[in-house]
């Protein structure tokens, strides 16, 4: 007997829905089955904003996005090195990967910027597999890691983007050099005639 099933193909979030009722399943066989030790799933291609959304209102403080980011010239060369890929097939797969023209298409930059952690993977194995490493420690182990300066950097730059009176564009940033942090500011919303909708003060 051919079951046929609808799909909704406007529906952005439907590949993560089928990903959750998969983990859903694979809960119920281990309930079935007698105590169980906590377990955490990966998923490793996150490519919508929508997936984000569902994962988060699913999972809730259980989800938890981490961005890995690389250098455009070597992603194509992994392309290229690793897959046997041409020139010109590697860079429509990376532009078509970062933001396609259609809606439900792939828009991995829209979901990228929604992370809770960026790492970024480097010329350095050793120094990626640490970042990696360190993140699941804080995440599962030891929560008592003290922030790096980068991180405490990230920090300042994200509360300073919530001076912006542009609920939209809520950009901040932080200049740093050798550990030191040189200026900070944010992106506003300049008056009709003169003036910011921000008050003018500092710390």
Known sequence: MTEVYEVDNSDDAILMKGV???????????????????????????????????????????????GISDDYERR???????????ERKAIDI??????EKE????HTRDAYQQADYFINAGDSLDETQANVFRLLDLLFGNPFISPTF??????RAYVSSLRSADLSHQIGVVVTKDDKSLQKGSMTVQRHLAGLYMERWKL
């Open 94 to 99: 990376l532009n078509r990967d970062d933001n």
């Open 76 to 86: 194509k060369s992994y392309l290229m090195d690793r897959k046997n890929l041409s």
């Open 103 to 106: 809606k439900n298409g792939q």
């Open 150 to 155: 980068e991180e405490y950097a990230m920090f």
């Open 20 to 66: 959750c009722a998969f983990i859903y399943g694979k809960y119920r066989l281990g309930r079935n089955e007698g105590p169980q030790s906590r377990k955490a799933y990966i998923i490793d291609s996150i490519k919508h904003p929508d997936e984000v959304e569902f994962l988060r209102r699913t999972y809730g403080d259980g989800f938890h996005l981490v």
